[in-house]
């Protein structure tokens, strides 16, 4: 890897960022009423896209700023341009990850033409108003009574499986305002990320822009690389990272499989995986080190497989390593959807060997061809047997090469050790499918009876 | 403001905000959450299966409530904290760790040494008032809604948002 280039300038970062976080503080304390200091933020953003089809819209939204006369079509124009910004980041971020690693560049793709039908439109008129009263209210300015705005929306959007990405983005978020009750007396703001989610969540209400069709139906084996989890309070997601080659001997893939559920918040650790399980064999496939058949499974254009389990059987054997040393250099990633373009959603896989590890502040950190690369180990889920000791004491790693607060880091998904001259993997994700190790075991024993008591708990209450 | 002088944290879209609540065994207390300005919750009654206690303390002035779900008062909250306001302030502390439940209902306890029997033993000796237990029905009806998060399918349709909110091996 010439991990050399991690660390170089990327021309026009600073100012797309610095266009970015003027903006971003002026959420802070809010756009009800201006002082005229606020009305740098929203004119920075509007010169930083005068040159794309954005600039009238944008220009006229953050003079309605200024005034104090914003409406919501001016505060999704806002949200618009920020998003565009932090796409040409994303782009650029990804362009020099993929120089880094050596990877072939994807084929550029455009906008694949909405699919399925509209949601509920009062639903997300209803959520629109909802964030546009938190821009006008800023962070500073929230308390219980506007964030509780939020949740009879997104109880009416869960049920609907089209609208979970909003609903699970809403809940997300209010959750964390409302533990973040009142503004006022907050000492610290997450600046960028509360900006991040109020603008991703105000363009998902916009119709049609979470559709992202299935483009094929693909056939051949899918090599898991390992298990990217994440979470909020009240819902769960695993990613499969892989690699997928066609059994037509086409160019092999990156593509990632996926398996989301709302869970309530008491629903931790190794509950997550159960959650989970049965929606996606492909977290058995996982812990028992297996390939998986592919027929036909249907794919997006940005190399997400919509799983389904009846296309799928479970095949040989396949050792992370392996696939990572012989199958990932050639591998082909799938270009982002532009909406999804941003820093966050960069997760290019990389296999690094042969580096140094040195203790950091936030833990390990690799020495990479001279380069210092900081290792995310509080990624690792909990509920599985890759420890920061274990990253710390490896000498292979795969993971995902992510972009974060200025920097890139490694989220490490699996490490090779040597025990007694033999190397021994270790998998972020092997409990995913289940698990016979002793301290698993006792975390989905913990777990069953979590669920237990909710549900009976919830026969006795629930339909009364 | 646009100083540039933002922090790594504060410049972080994928900032730790709300720790992950740490696992706990609900069959005493199945609901317990720092909501609407109150620690509150849902306690099962020691002798009836069918019957939940809907308990409550408020913020600040720790004012408490308790009733059960059909709506009769708790005979244990006269006067101070009955033992299910006792049981919901020790697994608050479970789920969510000490400091963030005192924090949230403003009770001042020093550092490592405090406990269930500290931040209870805090409110109590200010001598709370009884509250008047109009909330217990939003309380019970948030924890249906806690409940009805078990009845979803999972989706295999991939959540693009969800990025932002990475599993972190911190907790409360």
């Known amino acids: ?464 | 403001m646009g100083d540039g002088a933002l922090s790594v944290w504060e410049r972080s879209s994928t900032a730790r905000v709300v720790p992950s609540a740490r696992p706990r065994k609900l069959a005493k207390v199945p609901f317990v959450e720092l909501a609407d300005g109150r620690l509150q919750g849902v306690v099962s009654s020691g002798s009836d299966i069918g019957r939940v206690y809907v308990s409550s303390v408020e913020a600040g002035t720790y004012a408490f409530a308790c009733s059960t779900n059909n709506n009769r008062p708790c005979g244990g909250a006269r006067g101070s904290f009955c033992n299910h306001i006792r049981a919901l302030v020790g697994e608050a502390l479970l789920q969510y760790g000490v400091e963030r439940v005192a924090r949230y209902l403003k009770v001042e306890v020093s550092g490592e040494a405090a406990d269930a029997n500290t931040v209870t033993g805090a409110m109590v000796s200010t001598r709370p008032a009884q509250g008047d237990g109009s909330a217990a029905a939003q309380v019970f009806s948030r924890f249906l809604r806690h409940l009805a998060y078990l009845e979803f399918e999972p989706t295999t349709a991939p959540l693009p948002e969800m990025q932002w909110f990475p599993s972190t091996r911190a907790v409360a």
């Open chain 1, 1 to 464: 890897m010439r991990a050399d280039l991690l660390t170089d300038a990327v021309d026009g970062l600073d100012e797309a960022l610095a266009a970015v976080d003027g903006f971003d503080e002026v959420l802070v304390d809010g756009l009800l009423r201006p002082q005229p200091a606020q009305a740098v933020g929203p004119a920075g953003l509007a010169d930083a896209v005068a040159g794309s089809p954005l600039a009238g819209r944008v220009a006229e939204a953050a003079e309605k700023t200024a005034a104090g006369a914003a409406g919501e079509d001016h505060f999704v124009a806002l949200a618009a341009a920020r998003t565009a910004l932090l796409g040409s980041v994303h782009d650029a971020l990804v362009v020099r990850a993929e120089e880094a690693v050596g990877r072939p560049r994807p084929e550029e793709i455009g906008t694949a033409p909405p699919g399925g039908a509209e949601h509920a439109v009062n639903l997300l008129v209803a959520a629109r108003s909802w964030l546009c009263d938190l821009a006008r209210a800023g962070w500073r300015g929230i308390d219980h009574e506007l964030v509780a705005g939020a949740s009879a929306v997104v109880s009416a959007m869960l049920p609907e499986p089209g609208l979970r990405r909003l609903a699970a983005l809403l809940d997300g978020f209010a959750a964390e305002l409302a533990a973040s009750c009142p503004g006022a007396t907050l000492e610290q703001v997450p600046v960028r990320r509360w900006a991040d989610l109020w603008s991703r969540a105000m363009l998902l209400t916009l119709p049609g822009a979470v559709s992202a069709p299935a483009v094929a139906g693909v056939t051949g084996r899918l090599l898991p690389l390992g298990m990217d989890l994440q979470e909020h309070a009240t819902a769960v997601q695993a990613q499969v990272h892989a690699v997928f080659e066609p059994a037509d001997g086409g160019a092999s893939r990156l593509v990632r499989a996926s398996v989301s559920a709302p869970k309530p918040d008491s629903v931790v650790g190794a509950g997550l995986w159960q959650l989970l399980r049965p929606r996606l064999s492909l977290l058995a496939a996982v812990s028992e080190g297996r390939a998986m058949e592919l027929d036909a499974m249907p794919v997006t254009a940005e190399g997400d497989l919509l799983w389904d389990d009846a296309r799928a059987r479970t095949g040989e054997p396949a050792e992370v390593f392996a696939t990572a040393r012989v199958a990932l250099p050639t591998a082909v990633a799938s270009p982002t959807a532009p909406l999804d373009r941003h820093p966050a959603r960069i997760a290019v896989p990389v296999l690094l060997e042969g580096y140094g590890v040195e203790e950091g502040e936030d833990g390990p950190v690799f020495l990479v061809a001279g380069v210092r690369l900081a290792v995310d180990v509080d990624r690792v889920p909990a509920a599985g047997p890759l420890t920061p000791e274990a990253v710390a004491g490896s000498g292979a790693c795969v993971g995902l090469l992510r972009w974060d607060a200025g920097a890139f880091v490694l989220q490490p998904l699996a490490v090779e050790r040597t025990v007694r001259k033999k190397a021994v993997a270790v998998h972020a994700g092997a409990w995913a499918g289940g698990t016979s190790d002793k301290a698993g075991v006792r975390a989905e024993k913990a777990a069953t009876d979590t669920v237990t008591v909710l549900r009976e708990r919830a026969g006795r209450l629930l339909r009364k």
